[in-house]
């Protein structure tokens, strides 16, 4: 059972264990803000003795040389990225919800069509998924009217000014996981032309998605987007089962399996697809000035280990 311990106590631990420690009353600031269970035990791996000879007991030993602020270093680096990404995973929600909305409300310009199931498609198989999604978006509906405790005002005020909430609204309230649902259950020839309208996107180098390409985009992006949002260790996060997306590896001029281990830099590989180029090429610098720095500030072998563990090369 773990107990109670001090900072003070916390770097006792941290030097028992074989970590340097160059300023104390630093790092015992450290700790206030950001708490030991979210710095050491979220970024000690790499840092960590593994070797049988140095460790028989396989005891929790960091390696030689191991300093407190390299630990900091790789968790700023982490959070860091995790800002950049999500932005970047912000924008791809921000495009597909409207497109979405904009290609849905077009085939069915009638107000309320949404709420229509026989706008979206026949299969059986996506009856269930399609009923949640109209029940979510007539909830919405239906919120705007109660008299206490409205939880989206702008929604009553639109419908106040406009008497009724389209599409393009309410589908900004909807999470990523409903948009993603809400476009596997709408038609064949619907998802196809969202699909379509991501080659107008990427300018000139035209990449173009099929629905089906789209969809596992869509649930690649969602779990990396709530890891980023819910501030998790994200660098050596992965996939537990990464899709295949060959044709799409060509259009990107990646090597077969690049784009498909499930990891961040998978992802990262991935958004190039549904980011308009001069965006994509920002994102880049950014995300390897972050990583530039990350080779500077960490001894080569954890710096080696986090960059295979993100799925990065060098």
């Known amino acids: 059972m773990k107990s109670f311990a001090t900072h003070d106590e916390q770097l006792a631990i941290l030097k028992s264990r074989g970590l340097t420690i160059d300023d104390e009353a630093a790092a ?41 602020v390299h630990i900091l270093a790789l968790y700023q680096f982490d959070r860091k990225l995790r800002l950049l990404l999500l932005g970047e995973l912000l924008k791809f929600e921000r495009s597909i919800k409207s497109k979405l909305a904009y290609r849905f409300s077009e085939r069915f310009p009638d107000v309320d069509s949404f709420l229509e199931t026989a706008n979206y498609s ?13 029940a979510t978006l007539n909830n919405l509906i239906e919120s705007h009217k109660k008299r206490h405790r409205v939880r989206y005002p702008e929604l009553r ?18 999470s990523l996981g409903q948009v993603t649902n809400f476009y596997t259950v709408i038609d064949t020839d619907l998802r196809t032309r969202i699909a379509q309208d991501f080659a107008d996107d990427t300018g000139e180098r035209r990449i173009l998605l099929s629905a089906k390409e789209l969809d596992e985009i869509l649930s690649i992006t969602f779990p990396f987007r709530n890891k980023a949002a819910h501030e998790e260790v994200l660098y050596p996060f992965r996939l537990r089962s990464p899709l295949e997306l060959s044709r799409l590896e060509s259009q990107l001029h ?31 610098r950014e995300l390897l000035e972050l990583i530039r720095e990350l080779e500077e500030a960490l001894p080569e072998a954890p710096y ?9 090369r060098e």
């Not at 005020?157 to 909807?174: A, D, M, R």
């Open 304 to 312: 080696v280990r986090v960059m295979s563990e993100a799925g990065f």
């Open 254 to 284: 990646q090597e077969k399996g690049s784009v498909t281990r499930g990891t961040t830099c998978s992802l990262i590989k991935l958004l190039k697809a549904v980011s308009p180029p001069d965006e994509h090429e920002t994102f880049t």
């Open 157 to 174: 005020e639109f419908y106040e000014k406009h008497k009724n909430l389209p599409l393009w609204v309410l589908i900004n309230y909807l």
């Open 122 to 134: 026949a299969d059986e198989s996506h009856f269930h998924e399609r009923d949640r999604i109209t």
């Open 28 to 68: 015992k600031r450290v700790l206030s803000r950001d708490n030991y269970y979210a710095l050491i035990d979220g970024y000690k791996e790499p840092f960590l003795e593994r070797s049988e000879a140095r460790n028989p007991y396989g005891e929790e030993l960091y390696e030689k040389g191991t300093r407190f």
